[in-house]
């Protein structure tokens, strides 16, 4: 599982209010709620972001409320996985559950600058800087979780496991 | 090596004689939560999960919350799909706008948690139970659908941080200046995936109330739960509201902890958590000068019949300043009638302040009290992000209702002993 594209970079704390506000939470659409994804952190974030895109935050990135729809927000928006030097438990937990490629790798998120182009190997946990020309190495997860990803999230794995697949 | 008393509660739902810190286990649940902002979709996973029902209508809770009464067009069909969904399951604990409450205000007042239980909710403050000594933690839509059709869940067993409390606050300090102090010592990552397990004699001078909204504020440090001993104060709790009998677990005495951090509560300020993040904290005598618009006593956190009657002790013979407006949110039917039928509606409303059904409300930027840019509230909830409250350019301080009504008095973050 790869993703290719630029990045955008955040702080720490990254939280789940920023991701996305309360008052988007009346839907669970996907794709109103991605449309406002970012939305009180970077307002450009979503008139740019493009298909394979990815997110570097900092420490404890998602912390605050238990909010699918802050993963779900992300991924709809076409960002293809997110890069940070520590998750809110929260957040990782419902990012797998969702499908949501995500990764730890601390040396990655001090190389990686805005606008970087970046090649994301989910599988080894390998991290190409194409614009430097650097790689970073993360600890990639464990298969089973990343079965999980790989199917589109928890729902579908869980289906296709009962299914025999 | 010993067990911490999650450690120990864990490992009996997973059916093991002892699990240990970074071990996945399998637990069986006593409690399932949702709400309206985070049920729909949990609903929507659980119907393409092709199951026929529940594994148990009784052992799920569904507690419209947030956006009710409905907020809008959008929140009342949230509310319709949740509601549909309880009435054919045949949910038991469905509880309607006139029955509902905040739901981590309500499920304890109605017996639906006591000690010893594992709890699932949906919301990020479902760790509150935690003050019953009970293991609760907040998981997303989709955990609760999987919940919700096995009445399992899995968990990676997580290592803690002791709390050793001493002695006694000194009034007007409560439960929120101590857990605000704690969080402003460690970060707002500072029990990451860690238990924040209290302990000590200091135990003994917090009511239930305070240790509600201690735990409540557990996540508010990146923990994975909060709790504290089963002692006399919460057995009386449990048995006055629960025909179920509660368990009792303690940590062994040789159980290993990442961190012990010894809290002298006679030392603990009144506190104040500046925007934007719970860890910004700093004593009330240094937050000189901050005018403010509103004020929210309320929340899950601080919504109880104890905070009402601290913020009532302040707007007692008063008035708040001219312009502020003072919100007041009982956190459940009960508390509501409580306060009026003590009097404190009429405190409360003499001095000028509002008091609303319970909601979740403002807390999250829902709706009861929105901030527009440049606004500032003094607020008895648990986060301060951009935009919780409103509007990205309005700010949030978090602080105790002794604090939060003695600012809607002067209209700055005023601490109640600075009043005349």
Same mark, same amino acid.
């Given at each position: 599982m790869k993703t290719n594209g630029k990045v955008y970079k955040y702080g720490n704390h990254v939280d789940t209010d920023v991701i996305i506000p309360a008052r988007f939470l009346n839907t669970s659409d996907p794709g109103e709620l991605a449309s406002h994804c970012m939305e009180d952190i970077d307002k450009e974030y979503i008139k740019t972001v493009e298909k394979g895109d990815v997110i570097v935050g900092g420490e404890n990135f998602g912390c605050g409320s238990s909010r699918e729809h802050a993963p779900i927000a992300i991924k709809v928006s076409g960002a293809g996985c997110v890069i940070a030097k520590s998750f809110a438990r929260i957040f990782f937990r419902n990012s797998i559950n969702i499908g949501l490629p995500i990764l730890e790798c601390s040396e990655a998120v001090d190389g990686l600058e805005a606008g970087d182009k970046v090649e994301v190997d989910f599988s080894t946990g390998e991290i190409k800087n194409l614009t430097k020309n650097t790689v970073y190495k993360a600890q990639p997860f464990p298969d089973f979780l990343q079965r999980i990803i790989q199917a589109d999230g928890l729902i579908n794995y869980a289906k296709a496991t009962r299914e025999g697949k | 090596m010993g067990m911490t008393m999650t450690q120990k509660i864990l490992a009996d739902h997973a059916g093991m004689d002892s699990v240990s810190a970074g071990e996945f286990v399998n637990c069986k649940l006593d409690l399932v939560l949702g709400n309206d902002v985070t049920s729909p979709m949990a609903i929507s996973e659980f119907n393409k999960m092709g199951v026929k029902g529940v594994f148990d209508k009784d052992k799920i809770a569904i507690v419209p919350? #947030?956006? $009710? =009464?409905?907020?809008d067009i959008k929140a009342a069909e949230q509310c319709k799909i949740v509601r549909d969904f309880a009435g054919e399951q045949e949910i038991t604990n469905y509880f309607e706008v006139g029955e509902m409450g905040i739901e981590h205000a309500l499920l304890p007042e109605k017996g639906l948690v006591v000690s010893g239980d594992v709890v699932i909710g949906a919301d990020s403050h479902t760790c509150t139970y935690g003050a019953l000594g009970a293991f609760s933690t907040g998981v997303g839509s989709t955990d609760l659908a999987a919940a919700m059709a096995t009445g399992m869940v899995w968990f990676k067993v997580p290592s803690a941080i002791k709390f050793v409390l001493k002695g006694k606050p000194v009034k007007p300090v409560t439960g929120k200046d101590i857990i605000l102090h704690i969080i402003g010592m460690i970060g707002v990552d500072g029990a990451l995936y860690r238990s924040m397990e209290f302990t000590g004699d200091g135990i003994a001078s917090l009511s239930i109330d305070d240790r509600f909204t201690m735990a409540n504020m557990a996540i508010e440090a990146g923990a994975k739960n909060g709790i504290f001993p089963v002692d006399d104060v919460v057995l009386d709790y449990v048995k006055e509201h629960s025909s179920k009998a509660p368990n009792v677990y303690e940590a062994d005495a040789d159980a290993e902890y990442d961190r012990v951090i010894e809290v002298d509560l006679a030392e603990v300020p009144l506190t104040v958590a500046y925007p934007h993040l719970p860890d910004n904290t700093r004593p009330v005598s240094e937050a000189g000068g901050v005018s403010i618009d509103q004020v929210v006593i309320g929340s899950c956190t601080n919504g109880h019949i104890t905070d009402l009657r601290q913020a009532a002790e302040v707007f007692k013979n008063r008035k708040i300043k001219k312009g502020i407006r003072a919100i007041i949110i009982p956190a459940t039917q009960k508390i509501y009638l409580q306060a009026m039928h003590e009097g404190l509606f009429d405190i409360f409303v003499g001095a000028g302040c509002i008091v609303s059904t =319970? $909601? /979740?409300?403002? /807390?999250?930027?829902? #709706?009861?009290g929105i901030l527009a840019a440049g606004e500032r509230a003094v607020a008895t909830t648990n986060r301060n992000f951009v935009g919780r409250m409103g509007h990205p350019e309005s700010e949030v301080y978090l602080a105790s209702p002794y604090v939060a009504a003695a600012s809607a008095v002067t209209g700055f973050i005023t601490s109640p002993e600075d009043l005349d």
């Open positions: - | 919350d #947030h956006f $009710t =009464p409905n907020k =319970p $909601t /979740c409300g403002p /807390c999250l930027g829902g #709706h009861m």
